[in-house]
């Protein structure tokens, strides 16, 4: 059974307790953290930051970007960076995506009212996606490095929601850092395509 992501959390600031105790190398970030948790003054919540974007006739897709401004139905994330003062444990990614029915929109405004209403599905609907690659980038370093898309193809599996792939190793992602989600396309995406992706797991926030 897989770990919460709150589990991994806690799990992971309390090992640095244990390391300053025993005299060992710890982050002092860390430790501070579990103390806040621990006193009161920090208490953790579930998460999940999210962006879509207009892929058609792209083959390279920045998910998360410095101009983009927070939007309810587009993205809760402004300039690609967390709320100050939160850290986040990255423990899941939820892809998926769509094509435009009808039309593309003729403007920004008419784009953004299509993207609220439409309905995601796998990236396997949308062809070529599932051939792609993808990289989470953050704090300056490389989380994921160009993993092949088809883990986001869950279609047949009962035991894990739609299009959500399990980081094997979960990595906090600070406030003070931009972060990035890439996809990289052996060919251009069909000229109608959504991409929606949600970073989920646990952060902390003022109790």
């Known amino acids: 059974m897989k770990k919460s992501s709150r589990a991994q959390f806690l799990e992971i600031v309390n090992a640095h ?23 009161g003054r920090l208490q953790l919540a579930d998460a999940a930051y999210y962006s879509i974007k207009f892929a058609g006739n792209r083959a390279n897709i920045d998910m998360f970007e410095t101009q983009d401004a927070k939007e309810i139905g587009i993205t809760n994330v402004t300039q690609s960076k967390l709320q100050k003062d939160r850290l986040f444990l990255c423990n899941r990614i939820i ?33 070529g996606l599932q051939n792609g690659v993808f990289s989470l980038v953050a704090n300056k370093k490389t989380i994921i490095d160009e993993r092949p898309m088809q883990e986001f193809v869950t279609d047949n599996n009962l035991m894990t929601n739609l299009g959500t792939y399990y980081l094997e190793s979960p990595r906090f992602i600070r406030d003070d850092e931009e972060f990035e989600f890439n996809i990289e396309l052996g060919d251009d995406a ?18």
């Open 190 to 207: 069909p000229e109608k395509t959504l991409v929606k992706v949600v970073l989920a797991g646990t952060v902390t926030i003022p109790a």
């Open 17 to 39: 307790i244990s390391l300053r105790d025993q005299a060992k190398k710890y982050d002092p970030a860390m430790v501070k953290v579990a103390m806040d948790i621990k006193d």
């Open 95 to 127: 892809l998926l995506a769509a094509e435009i029915d009808g039309d593309l929109p003729d403007s920004d405004s008419q784009l953004k009212k299509t993207i609220k209403q439409t309905n995601f599905d796998s990236i396997k609907k949308v062809a």
